[in-house]
C-alpha cells in the first residue's frame, strides 16, 4: 500500500533526524513537523519567519500568532526564535541551511527541479524556493509519484519551467524513495505491498533498483531508448511497435 502524505513526512523525518538548520516547504514538507523530535538536533527554518518550528498544537490553547508558512497554527520549540522575511531569506541564501524540503512538479534523472509553474495555470510566482535550493546543502523532494491524470513526476528530463538545475538530491513519495546518481533514479526504498512493476509504470525516467535485496535484472536504464534499440536489432518488428 503507498505510503500516505503523513507516512512520507514521517519517512522524511526520519532522513533528516541528525541533521540541524532544515527548511521545509508548504504541502507534505510541512507535515515534517509533525514528526522531528523536539529534543533533538534538528531546527525547522520556514521562510515566514521562524527557527525552531513545532508541530500543530494538540490543544486550544495555541498561541495565535505561532504559523507556519502555511498559515496553518503551529508550535515552536526550546529555542526557537522568530525574524522578519528578510532575515529568513538571508538564512536561506547564505549556505547556512543543511537541508531544504519541498514539493515539486517535476524532478528529472540529472537532478533537475521544476516546481513553480503549470503553463495555462495561474502563475502565482516563483517564491522562495530558488533561495533555498541554491542555498542548502542538501536538497530533498517529497512528492506524489504521478500526477493529477497518472503522468509520472519522475522524468527523464523536465518539461515544466525550472525551479534550479542539478540540485535535487533524493526524492520521497508515496511509492518509495529514490537518490539521484549518475543520471538515473535509484530505487531505495519501497512503501510496504508495493510492487516493482508499479515503481516502472509510474517513473518516466532511468531507473535502477538499488535495494539490498534486488536482484541484477531489476534495472531499467531508459524504457524509450532501450526499447528503440530492441526494435533495431530485431529483423521482424512487433506488431504493437508503431
Known amino acids: 500500500m503507498p505510503w500516505s502524505s503523513s507516512e512520507i513526512a514521517a519517512r522524511v523525518a526520519d532522513e533528516v533526524a541528525s541533521e540541524k538548520l532544515v527548511s521545509i516547504g508548504i504541502g507534505i514538507p510541512a507535515r515534517v513537523a509533525e514528526h522531528i523530535y523536539l529534543r533533538g538536533p534538528v531546527m525547522l527554518h520556514m ?25 496553518s497554527p503551529a508550535s515552536a520549540r526550546a529555542g526557537a526564535s522568530f525574524f522578519d522575511v528578510s532575515a529568513a531569506v538571508t538564512m536561506m541564501r547564505g549556505g547556512h541551511l543543511d537541508v531544504a524540503i519541498l514539493g515539486a512538479m517535476e524532478v528529472d534523472a540529472h537532478g533537475d527541479l521544476a516546481g513553480w509553474q503549470v503553463p495555462g495555470a495561474v502563475d502565482s510566482g516563483m517564491g522562495g524556493a530558488m ?34 538545475r542539478g540540485v535535487v538530491s533524493m526524492v520521497f513519495t508515496g511509492l518509495g524513495v529514490f537518490e539521484i546518481q549518475d543520471g538515473a533514479f535509484h530505487l531505495l526504498e519501497i512503501a510496504p505491498e508495493v510492487e516493482w512493476d508499479e515503481i516502472v509504470a509510474s517513473t518516466a525516467g532511468p531507473l535502477i533498483d538499488a535495494r539490498p535485496t534486488s536482484s541484477p535484472s531489476d534495472t531499467r536504464e531508459s524504457t524509450e531508448e532501450s526499447d528503440q534499440s530492441d526494435t533495431q536489432n530485431q529483423d521482424v518488428p512487433h506488431d504493437d511497435e508503431d
Open 131 to 164: 533561495d533555498l535550493v541554491v542555498g542548502a546543502r542538501r536538497v530533498l523532494v517529497c512528492m506524489s509519484q504521478t500526477a493529477r491524470h497518472g503522468d509520472s513526476k519522475l522524468v527523464e528530463q523536465c518539461s515544466l519551467p525550472l525551479t534550479a
Open 47 to 71: 521562510e515566514n519567519g521562524i527557527l525552531g518550528l513545532g508541530p500543530r498544537p494538540q490543544n486550544q490553547k495555541a498561541a495565535l500568532d505561532v504559523a507556519n508558512a502555511e498559515g
